[in-house]
């Protein structure tokens, strides 16, 4: 190893592994047929932050995240989705994207760890000991379900076995159970993580497992369990096993614990304690050790050489990995990734990249590696099929990026981003939308204005290229204007629950002068099933302001009432005297056919001929009568000249609703009557909670 400093390192049952690996000449771990070490030259040693090694297999961590694999693969340890063994090491694609902070391995077995206590399995399962449902060998990595909500801190195998500590101090076991090894009181294998009794009263601070046997430090124990015929447990009256966790007798503080295939060793220190802080600092690896970014230490990478800044960062921007991984909650909050917590702290992540944003502007070329590492490494890697969650928390934390507001970049790095989000599945988009209903409206602005702005921009370039009727519907700026507006519909469905942003804020303006909106409504209209995945801005209401709403409105009018024109007109017969009870009785037994009709009106005893004048005094009449204070069906309030619902009345309901289809009837009819109701009234319609800023619209004073 010349004068390399190696600090981690595992052996399996015949071999040893460090940065260099040294074979046995099995079915070689390292190379067929080599008795001496052999340097890799696949991967670059120097990046290599930690390894574990199982009887005939590898594993070892990148400090850009990636995993690697070689050696022997019958039950599928390697995770590559066959068996076949290698003897160089490879990359396990399935756990690209996913941060990983410890490695461990069976016998043929192999378990990794995310900072967010996240576990993985592969490779053998007869006895259950990668905590799966099925007793077969599982060839890919699979989530181990059971320890998702547990806040896992640590892993360990043993042969067949293996287990896991959690932040509160529990300790789970799992798999082969002969020789009492998972400490249940028992011989039973386990097929799931079932945490240790004897040890519930106590914190698990470390853990190791031999062969067949276990060992748990506590808070100023030393625990033992399993098959002791090795003496590998230290308790000289258990002959042969045990499956009750039991004491070890040790005079000194225990520290750290390690265990071999049939032996063990402890690191202690006196009991009065003088020695912990230097103990732990020498045998404590760091918590994650692939790179990531932090606001704290981005702050001090300014601070130093810019090389340094430009490598780490350069690291990052490559690894989907190091970015999933970064900006983690502190404590607790970084465990357990669910539908309503994806543990990232989305605020440092803002000032993060502000802060690279500014160091950008003085630096130029760090903003050009960024972009470069964006392009080439990391939406590449988005396409990779998502085998987790975690792996979908940097569509929470790239659009912070402040590349992603230039539209110099929208072609290489925006649209293919966006791209690669609006087509995630329809359980992705479930946690995506409930991470973006928890988060602060500064965080939501940010998704909005980053893909409105995407929409916009390609809008604006196709229209003043060639118009918008020129373009082929496949080409790469509808399909860029179509994934960002599929972005926004799923932001604009959590607005609509969470209520944070307004929504005039989704607001395409001046749409109608750029695209023929009649015609884009007439296909929206006349489309049918088959054809349902057509791009027209119709699709996307929530992206219309009111002019545009207006014409679409007045397109929709138009349209039934050329299909209700039975008879072309409705007519109505009513006396200026007894005007409300006479339109009634024509409302009472018109068809929702009728009431979509052009409307013409006639009074009785004159002649005129109704060419629009009449039907616009009609509605005037109308309502003047409808909130005459005689009827008792409204109360105006002088403060605000807003008119309300009586709190007492003698009307029928339904007369009420007689109203609503005159005011529908006035829109039908394109004429603007005066209906002074308040903004409570539209939110009641539209199922929007009404507030006491409402109530002071309304009245002031009782609002106050």
Request: charged share 20%.
């Given at each position: 190893?010349?004068?390399?400093?190696?600090?981690?390192?595992w052996?399996g049952?015949?071999?040893?592994?460090?940065k260099?690996?040294?074979?046995?000449?099995?079915v070689s771990?390292?190379h067929?047929g080599?008795d001496?070490m052999f340097?890799?030259r696949?991967?670059?040693l120097?990046n290599?932050v930690?390894?574990a090694c199982g009887?005939?297999h590898s594993?070892a961590?990148?400090s850009?995240?990636?995993l690697?694999?070689?050696?022997?693969n019958d039950?599928?340890q390697?995770?590559?989705?066959?068996?076949e063994?290698?003897?160089?090491?490879?990359t396990v694609n399935?756990?690209?994207?996913?941060?990983i902070c410890?490695l461990?391995a069976?016998?043929?077995?192999?378990?990794?760890?995310?900072?967010?206590?996240t576990v993985?399995?592969w490779?053998?399962?007869?006895?259950?000991?990668i905590?799966?449902?099925e007793?077969?060998d599982?060839?890919y990595p699979?989530?181990v379900?059971?320890?998702?909500t547990q806040?896992?801190i640590?892993?360990a195998?043993?042969?067949?076995f293996?287990?896991?500590?959690?932040?509160t101090?529990g300790?789970?076991?799992?798999?082969?159970g002969t020789y009492g090894?998972?400490?249940?009181g028992?011989?039973?294998n386990e097929l799931?993580p079932k945490?240790v009794m004897?040890?519930?009263?106590?914190v698990v601070?470390?853990?190791?497992?031999g062969?067949?046997?276990t060992?748990a430090?506590?808070e100023n124990k030393?625990?033992?369990?399993?098959?002791?015929?090795?003496?590998q447990?230290?308790?000289p009256?258990?002959?042969?096993s045990?499956?009750?966790?039991?004491p070890?007798?040790i005079e000194k503080?225990?520290r750290?614990?390690f265990?071999?295939?049939?032996?063990?060793?402890?690191l202690?220190s006196?009991?009065?304690?003088d020695?912990d802080?230097d103990?732990?600092?020498?045998?404590?690896l760091?918590?994650?050790?692939?790179?990531?970014?932090?606001?704290?230490?981005?702050r001090h990478?300014i601070n130093?050489e810019?090389?340094?800044?430009?490598?780490?960062?350069?690291?990052?921007m490559t690894?989907l990995?190091c970015?999933?991984?970064s900006?983690?909650q502190?404590?607790?909050?970084?465990f357990?990734?669910t539908?309503r917590?994806?543990?990232?702290n989305m605020?440092?992540?803002?000032?993060t990249?502000?802060?690279?944003?500014?160091?950008?502007t003085?630096?130029?070329?760090?903003?050009s590696?960024?972009v470069?590492s964006i392009e080439?490494s990391l939406?590449p890697?988005?396409r990779?099929?998502?085998?987790?969650i975690?792996f979908?928390?940097?569509?929470?934390?790239?659009?912070w990026c402040?590349?992603f507001?230039?539209?110099?970049?929208y072609?290489?790095?925006v649209?293919p981003?966006?791209?690669?989000?609006?087509d995630q599945t329809?359980t992705?988009?479930e946690?995506?939308e409930?991470w973006?209903?928890s988060?602060?409206?500064?965080h939501l602005n940010r998704i909005?204005?980053?893909?409105k702005q995407?929409?916009c921009f390609f809008i604006?370039?196709?229209?003043?290229?060639?118009?918008?009727?020129?373009?082929n519907?496949n080409?790469l700026p509808?399909?860029?204007?179509?994934s960002a507006?599929?972005?926004?519909?799923?932001l604009n469905k959590?607005?609509v629950k969470?209520?944070?942003i307004p929504?005039?804020?989704f607001y395409i303006?001046?749409?109608?002068?750029?695209?023929n909106?009649?015609?884009d409504?007439?296909?929206?209209?006349?489309?049918d099933?088959?054809c349902?995945?057509r791009?027209l801005f119709?699709h996307y209401?929530?992206?219309?302001n009111?002019v545009?709403?207006s014409?679409?409105?007045q397109?929709?009018?138009a349209?039934?009432?050329?299909?209700?024109?039975?008879?072309e007109?409705?007519?109505?017969?009513?006396?200026?005297?007894?005007i409300?009870?006479d339109?009634?009785?024509?409302?009472i037994?018109?068809t929702?056919y009728?009431?979509?009709?052009p409307?013409?009106?006639?009074?009785?005893?004159?002649d005129?001929?109704d060419?629009?004048g009449?039907?616009?005094?009609?509605?005037m009449?109308?309502?003047?009568?409808?909130?005459n204070?005689?009827y008792?069906?409204?109360?105006?309030y002088e403060?605000s000249r807003?008119?309300?619902f009586?709190h007492?009345?003698?009307?029928?309901p339904h007369?009420?609703?007689?109203?609503?289809i005159?005011c529908?009837?006035t829109?039908?009819?394109?004429v603007i009557?005066?209906?002074?109701f308040?903004?409570a009234?539209?939110?009641?319609?539209l199922n929007?909670?009404?507030?006491?800023e409402?109530l002071?619209?309304l009245?002031?004073?009782?609002?106050r």
């Amino acid at each position: 190893l010349g004068f390399e400093y190696v600090w981690s390192a595992w052996c399996g049952t015949d071999e040893c592994s460090s940065k260099s690996s040294i074979s046995s000449n099995s079915v070689s771990v390292l190379h067929y047929g080599l008795d001496n070490m052999f340097i890799f030259r696949e991967i670059n040693l120097a990046n290599i932050v930690q390894i574990a090694c199982g009887s005939n297999h590898s594993l070892a961590l990148e400090s850009n995240g990636v995993l690697h694999a070689w050696g022997l693969n019958d039950h599928g340890q390697l995770g590559i989705g066959t068996r076949e063994s290698l003897i160089r090491p490879t990359t396990v694609n399935k756990l690209i994207g996913i941060p990983i902070c410890q490695l461990a391995a069976g016998a043929s077995h192999s378990l990794v760890l995310t900072p967010s206590g996240t576990v993985f399995g592969w490779g053998k399962n007869r006895f259950g000991q990668i905590g799966q449902n099925e007793q077969r060998d599982i060839l890919y990595p699979s989530l181990v379900k059971l320890l998702r909500t547990q806040k896992v801190i640590r892993l360990a195998c043993g042969e067949d076995f293996s287990v896991a500590i959690t932040a509160t101090g529990g300790l789970f076991t799992f798999g082969a159970g002969t020789y009492g090894q998972l400490g249940h009181g028992n011989q039973n294998n386990e097929l799931f993580p079932k945490q240790v009794m004897e040890l519930m009263g106590s914190v698990v601070l470390d853990v190791a497992c031999g062969r067949c046997h276990t060992l748990a430090i506590t808070e100023n124990k030393l625990y033992a369990f399993g098959l002791n015929t090795s003496g590998q447990l230290g308790l000289p009256n258990v002959k042969h096993s045990t499956s009750i966790p039991l004491p070890v007798p040790i005079e000194k503080q225990p520290r750290k614990v390690f265990a071999g295939a049939d032996f063990s060793f402890v690191l202690c220190s006196e009991r009065n304690g003088d020695n912990d802080g230097d103990d732990n600092k020498a045998i404590t690896l760091p918590s994650f050790p692939v790179k990531h970014l932090s606001l704290n230490f981005v702050r001090h990478l300014i601070n130093e050489e810019p090389k340094h800044l430009y490598d780490f960062v350069e690291t990052v921007m490559t690894s989907l990995c190091c970015l999933n991984g970064s900006f983690l909650q502190s404590g607790n909050d970084r465990f357990g990734v669910t539908e309503r917590h994806s543990c990232i702290n989305m605020d440092e992540a803002m000032e993060t990249f502000l802060l690279l944003s500014d160091y950008c502007t003085a630096h130029p070329k760090v903003e050009s590696m960024m972009v470069r590492s964006i392009e080439v490494s990391l939406i590449p890697s988005l396409r990779s099929s998502l085998i987790d969650i975690e792996f979908a928390r940097v569509y929470l934390i790239l659009p912070w990026c402040h590349i992603f507001s230039f539209s110099k970049y929208y072609r290489n790095i925006v649209v293919p981003f966006t791209l690669c989000l609006s087509d995630q599945t329809a359980t992705t988009w479930e946690f995506l939308e409930s991470w973006w209903s928890s988060l602060p409206v500064r965080h939501l602005n940010r998704i909005l204005k980053v893909f409105k702005q995407v929409a916009c921009f390609f809008i604006d370039n196709l229209v003043n290229e060639r118009g918008w009727h020129c373009q082929n519907m496949n080409s790469l700026p509808i399909t860029a204007i179509k994934s960002a507006l599929d972005v926004l519909s799923h932001l604009n469905k959590v607005n609509v629950k969470v209520r944070k942003i307004p929504v005039s804020s989704f607001y395409i303006d001046d749409l109608e002068k750029k695209i023929n909106l009649r015609d884009d409504f007439l296909q929206t209209m006349n489309e049918d099933k088959q054809c349902s995945n057509r791009f027209l801005f119709c699709h996307y209401p929530f992206i219309l302001n009111a002019v545009a709403k207006s014409i679409l409105f007045q397109v929709n009018v138009a349209v039934e009432m050329v299909i209700a024109q039975v008879r072309e007109y409705f007519f109505i017969s009513v006396s200026r005297d007894n005007i409300i009870e006479d339109t009634f009785k024509h409302l009472i037994v018109a068809t929702p056919y009728d009431l979509k009709r052009p409307l013409k009106v006639q009074f009785v005893g004159e002649d005129a001929d109704d060419l629009g004048g009449l039907k616009k005094e009609f509605f005037m009449l109308v309502f003047q009568e409808v909130f005459n204070p005689k009827y008792g069906m409204f109360v105006e309030y002088e403060e605000s000249r807003y008119t309300w619902f009586a709190h007492f009345n003698f009307e029928e309901p339904h007369t009420y609703e007689y109203i609503g289809i005159l005011c529908g009837m006035t829109i039908y009819n394109n004429v603007i009557a005066a209906l002074p109701f308040p903004l409570a009234l539209y939110k009641k319609l539209l199922n929007e909670p009404v507030t006491l800023e409402d109530l002071k619209e309304l009245s002031p004073t009782e609002g106050r």
